[in-house]
């Protein structure tokens, strides 16, 4: 018979070296397949906020631009800009004498604040407006740039060194000094600040440096007086294309689509068409991330609007997106 001692060591009996050997590749396999799942999701976080933020940039972008080409040719009470006594002539760009405002980099001319018979006016890959991009780099090289011309949704309160503009439902004047032009009646007006912005793409951003930014001119009043301020809008917009959606008949449809600048919207071109008005606009942006990443080789061929950018062929993640936009102010 056993002795009781010789049966609790029994009981008390460990496991043995295979058994520990089998529970440690066990656990091994499981710790490896573990961290696999955490890299793998790890990775997927990564490039699911790397693709988010491009987008986002993106959007902001569009969304911003958007704002201001959907609402071109608004006036106040009225959306004819070439009844607005006070706008460049093709004569004489500054028929009443109104302050030309002027920026960091000079003024970029009278017409630029002026020329309210052009709602919306631009540049064919290249910037060409006499006061040079701000911020320290050169514009982007085969960039668009526009100019939307507008006055506030909201009508303003009476502002010396303001440019703005009185309007009725017939007409509509240019004026700074604060008192309401003596052809208008208050009663039966309004007045509207003029709001003039110019998009373009500047080569590097001053917030992050080493990366291409979108940029604006904004017509602002400081100092009581008219003054262009250069902004800084969206780092990672690396390149802007437009094209411009012409009805030259009057019938209040698209009958071409042309690029910024065309002569057939320029009254003082020898193909300008009279009566011609922009009535949509198409843009793309080319948006990129602001740092490369690793395993990303960018290789797409981008061919936003008129331009061919090619293959970039580097680590930067990168979307192209584009949108049609009607301007609302634009059908008679």
Known sequence: MMKPEMQLRDRQAGVT???????????????????????????????????????????FAMDTVEADLRMASNWGRHSRGSAIEGRSLIADNNPKGLTVPVGATGSCGATWAFDLARPLAGGNNAYTLPCAPDGG???????????????????????AGQLQIQSTRIQGELFQDGVVPSTFDPAESETHDLLVNTYYVAADSALIPGVPTLRRKSLQ???????????????????????????????????????????????????????????????????????????????????????ALGNFNDDYRRILVSKTILLRNARS
């Not at 066990?26 to 491009?54: D, K, W």
């Not at 949704?153 to 502002?159: D, F, H, N, R, T």
């Open 221 to 307: 009043s400081v100092g009581g007086a008219p003054v262009i301020i250069d902004q800084e809008v969206a780092p990672g917009v690396q390149n802007m294309q437009l094209q411009f959606g012409v009805d030259v008949d009057a019938d209040n449809t698209v009958d071409r689509y042309v690029n910024p600048g065309d002569g057939i919207l320029d009254p003082a071109d020898a193909n300008f068409i009279p009566g011609s008005r922009v009535i949509t606009a198409r843009i793309w942006l080319v948006v990129r991330g602001v740092s490369p990443e690793l395993g990303i080789v960018d290789n797409a061929n981008y061919t936003p609007g008129d331009t």
């Open 137 to 159: 780099a050169a514009a982007q090289a085969n960039s668009d740039f526009v100019t939307a011309r507008r006055a506030t949704v909201a009508p303003s309160a009476l502002q």
């Open 17 to 59: 070296l295979v058994e520990i050997m089998v529970a440690l590749a066990i656990g091994s396999f499981l710790m490896i397949g573990a961290i696999q799942v955490y890299n793998q999701s790890r990775q997927a976080y990564i490039i699911n906020e790397s693709i988010a933020r491009v987008q986002e940039t993106a959007q």
